[in-house]
């Protein structure tokens, strides 16, 4: 499934089936803090919240950003991606 994310003011969110699944974010300096993540029920597992996250991960790359994962799901797809560990504030 192809998703497409959208960065708006303080969140990711991806638009799929009338519903949104959605990154919230607050950026402090050169570090994003991620506080939440939301799927809705009927589009788990589906990986649309680890799309969400692929897109703040890839913004946070682009921007020479660091991320604190302060959401449970967040520090779950960072502990099962070792690669992204420079990221991690």
Do not use: N
């Amino acid at each position: 499934m192809e998703t497409t994310v959208v960065h708006e003011p303080g969140r990711f969110v991806a638009r799929i089936e009338g519903q949104e699944a959605y990154v919230e974010y607050e950026r402090v300096g050169d570090v994003l803090d991620v506080l939440h993540t939301w799927t809705p029920p009927s589009l788990r597992g589906r990986d649309v919240a680890a799309c969400v996250t692929d897109a703040v991960v890839a913004y946070a790359r682009a921007e020479r950003l660091r991320i604190r994962p302060s959401c449970p799901y967040t520090q779950g797809y960072f502990a099962k991606r070792p690669e992204l560990r420079d990221l991690i504030v």
